[in-house]
Each structure stands twice: as C-alpha cells, then as structure tokens.
C-alpha cells in the first residue's frame, strides 16, 4: 500500500505490516495469526494483531471522516499530532502510557502496544468495578508531563519548538466547539429528552456558570501551560488491577489525538467530569455507597497530581525567579481549572455530541434523574470554585447535590 488515503482493513494489515517491519513491534508480520479491528470511538480504525507467539501490537490508522458521521470530514494528520504527544507523554511517563512503537507518515499509521491484558476504565466503571487506584495514577501521569512541559521544565527555546510540533488547530476547535459552545446555544449536534428540557433551560439561564464557561474557553485558547493529553475521559484510559483487592493496578491513558498545550487543569477536569457521571449512574442504580466513593476520588486525582508536581519542583528550569511562591499560584490556579474543565466536560457529554454508555445505557427514567444530577454537580463546580477550589470542599457540595 502506498500513499495516504488507503484504509487498511483486516485483511490487509499483515502484509502492511510485513512490508513495515517497524510498525510490527514484538509482533512477527510473518506469523500473523489474527486481526480483529475494535475501534469504538468517534474517530479511527483500531486493529489489535496477534502472531503465533502469543505476542501483539495496536496498529491505529485515521479516518477521513467521523466515525459516526462519513459527512463530517477530518484531518488526517490528527495521527501526527497524537504521535508527538504520546512519544513525549512517554519519554517522561512511560508507565502511565501505551509504548509507541512507530508512527507510519505516508499511511498515516501508528503502532502502539497490545493492552488486551488491561480493560477500559469507563466499562469498567458501568459494570461496578471502580479501579479506585486509577484517579491516584492519573494524577501522577498529569503531574509528571504537566510539569516536564510547562516553563519549569522545558527550556524556553525548545519549549516553542515542541508547541510548534503539537499544535493541534483542526481537533483544538473540536473541542472549543462541542465543549465549550454548542451545549449553550441550539445546535444540530445537540440532544437530550424531553424529562430533561427544563434542566437544560436551567443551565443555559445560569448566567454566571456560562461566563465561566465561557472564560475557561479563552484559557483553553489562549494558554499554552502544557502538553495536555486533550480527551482524558474514562474511556481514554486503560486499568488492570494488580491484586484481589482491586487496590493497585495498572493504569495506561490512551488516545491522545486531541493533545495540546493548553491549560493543565482540562486534564484534571476530564477525569473528574467523568467521575461525576459515573456517580450519577450509580446513584440513580441505588449504588450509594459507591457513588459517593466515586465523587470522592477527584481529591485522590488532585492530592497525587499536586505530590508529584511538587517533587518535581526542586529541578525546575530556573529558580532565580520561579520560587516557592510561584509554585503556590500555579497550583491554586490549576485547582480551579481542574473544577471548571470538569463542570464543562461533563455537560458536553449530556446535552452535546459523543453522549457516554454511563447515561446512555440508563433505562429512560434513571437517564433522565441520572443526566439532571450530572448537569446540578457541573454547576456546583462551575463557580463554587470561585470562592475555594479545595477539591474537599467541592466533592462536599457535589454529594450535597447528588444526594439532594
Ligand atoms: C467528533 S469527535 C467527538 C468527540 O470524540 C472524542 O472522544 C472527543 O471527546 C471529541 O470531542
Ligand atoms: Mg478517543
């Protein structure tokens, strides 16, 4: 196959791989012995491979278009982009990302290691099994390259050069519009049920949450602070627990596609959005305990993001001007952050494009209750930041909420 337009299918992705060895990782091209394509997200053909030894790679090509959608097209070189974030992701966290083994610019293929052996989170989360180790992981993974690409520690220099490499423009305004726009305003790509219309008016009316929102939207715009993963929802992670307890376990973010600089807080926001729906759904399943459980562990996700963001302080890029002080605002700030990008992810997913099977596979009336609790904590959050963003004090108002 050459140039960039063929679509790989099942049958035709040993001999790609045998004519690019590169891409095969552990796997022998000449000893395929399956392909099965699992791509269940909005945007790509995802084929896991295996040969005859049991081993196995991810081979990842782009669609021209939405996955959903055929007439919604899409820049290909979206790959590019998710190449440069995940090869620096993993150059600094490569026990909280899939190993890259190769990226394919003419077929606009990226090889990736086989999870098979880890499930996805958001599966996991609908079917009762929290992973409660994950938020403390996650925090560490955002710690880790938040900081190793912010000013503190990349130098000037090459820090442009790598924003240069990773500015995502196509996917960027994806997200400015389907996160931060159509939820407040009539659009096509919209919808909700009709239990829920009152809800929605609610929301759209509450002037001060969408001025917040639309700030956060500027900050997303404007603030290049670091190389954020971009689309870090339970579905973009994979978890594997270690242990019978389900305590430890591993934990691996994937699809980096929508990776940025923008501000480090849409991270944080992500995960702890879809905390938030992931109570919703057990609250309204009569699952209590574990929904407060679970609109607890956005303090986990901050506590270990902030440890590991400070330990790494120390070597900061220069001390002479960056002092304590300093630090003490980045992480105020990037707390609040955290609290806005979660209230804005969360609506998205119930009143905007690319709903998720935690409210989706809800018979109507708990989707109902369950999309109403969402869209009350996402206002909570939205501007009870603004007076203390203490991720303790907002997971206390969220379960008032909640459990209202
Ligand atoms: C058209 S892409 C829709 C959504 O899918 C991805 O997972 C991102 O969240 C994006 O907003
Ligand atoms: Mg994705």
């Not at 055929?70 to 290909?76: E, Q, S």
């Not at 790959?79 to 992701?89: D, F, P, S």
């Not at 609610?202 to 001025?211: G, I, Q, Y």
Request: glycine content about 6%; hydrophobic content about 45%.
């Amino acid at each position: 196959m050459s140039g960039g337009s063929e679509l790989l299918t099942t049958e035709t992705v040993p001999a790609f791989l045998a004519e690019r060895p590169h891409l095969a990782g552990p796997v022998d091209p000449a000893a395929i012995v399956s392909v099965v394509e699992v791509g269940d997200g909005n945007l790509n053909l995802v084929f896991i491979v295996k040969d005859a030894a049991g081993n196995g790679v991810v081979v990842k090509q782009s669609l021209p278009h939405v996955r959903v959608d055929p007439t919604w097209p899409l820049t290909r070189s979206r790959t590019k982009r998710e190449a440069v974030v995940l090869g620096t992701h993993e150059s600094i966290a490569p026990t909280h990302v899939p190993a890259m083994y190769g990226f394919d610019e003419d077929a606009i293929v990226l090889s990736i290691e086989d999870l098979s052996d880890h499930a996805v989170w958001r599966g996991e989360l609908n079917a009762g099994r929290i992973h409660p180790y994950a938020p403390r992981a996650l925090g560490r993974y955002v710690g880790a390259v938040s900081f190793a690409t912010s000013v503190f520690g990349t130098p000037g220099p090459e820090r442009r050069r790598l924003i240069a490499e990773a500015t995502n423009p196509e996917l960027s305004e994806i997200t400015e519009d389907l996160v931060f726009t159509e939820p407040y305003v009539d659009h096509e790509h919209n919808g909700w049920l009709p239990a829920n219309d009152e809800d929605v008016r609610e929301l759209r009316a509450d002037r001060p949450f969408v001025h917040e929102i639309a700030l956060a939207r500027i900050r997303f715009q404007e603030d290049a602070q670091s190389l954020v993963h971009g689309d870090l929802h339970t579905g973009s992670v994979f978890v594997r627990a270690d242990d019978e307890t389900g305590e430890t376990g591993s934990v691996r973010a994937f699809d980096s596609e929508f990776g940025t600089f923008a501000p480090t807080g849409f991270d944080l926001g992500a995960v702890w959005a879809n905390l938030v729906i992931a109570a919703a759904r057990a609250r309204v399943l009569g699952r209590d305990a574990d929904a407060s459980r679970l609109l607890a562990l956005p303090v986990e996700l901050v506590d270990a993001f902030e440890a590991e963001y400070v330990s790494r302080w120390p070597a900061r890029v220069d001390p002479r001007v960056f002092d304590d002080a300093v630090l003490s605002v980045t992480l105020a700030r990037i707390r609040s952050d955290a609290a806005i990008y979660a209230a804005a992810k969360a609506v998205r997913r119930i009143v905007g494009f690319s709903k998720v099977a935690d409210i989706q596979t809800l018979p109507e009336p708990e989707r109902a209750v369950a999309a109403r609790l969402v869209l009350r904590v996402a206002r909570v959050l939205g501007t009870a930041r603004l007076t203390d963003a203490d991720p303790r004090r907002l997971t206390a108002l969220t379960a008032d909420a909640l459990f209202a």
